[in-house]
């Protein structure tokens, strides 16, 4: 099982597994096939990303479901872990690590 660990000056080793590490690297736009890294300019439109990923994997449950009840039909099942739940301490790192200037590196 690969993992994607996330690391900054800033705050604590964010370790995710590598699906959710890779979604979230795609959601803000970053080659997840080998080490990067986030510089503070860049997390504000990162976060902005992750919202906009939530609201719309949100809304397309939401929808799903509503089709699913007018159909007659038992509403489908998601992941446990939503992505706001999986997103959320990404999002703070991001935050913390914008606000003192660090970078956020992985796979180094």
């Known amino acids: ?10 705050t604590a080793d964010l370790v995710m597994l590598q699906a959710h590490g890779k979604r979230m690297l795609e959601i803000v736009g970053k080659d997840p096939s080998g080490p990067g890294v986030i ?3 860049q997390m504000p439109a990162a976060v902005d990303a992750i919202h ?12 799903l479901k509503e089709e699913a ?3 007659g039909e038992p509403p489908p099942e998601f992941e446990a872990v939503s992505l706001r739940m999986r997103s959320t301490p990404f999002v703070e790192m991001l935050q913390r690590c ?11």
């Open 98 to 108: 914008e606000k003192a200037g660090v970078d956020i590196v992985w796979g180094v």
């Open 69 to 71: 009840i007018q159909r």
């Open 52 to 63: 906009a990923a939530v609201a719309y994997d949100e809304a397309k449950q939401k929808r």
């Open 1 to 10: 099982m690969s993992i994607f660990r996330f690391k900054s000056r800033e």
């Open 39 to 41: 510089q503070p300019s």
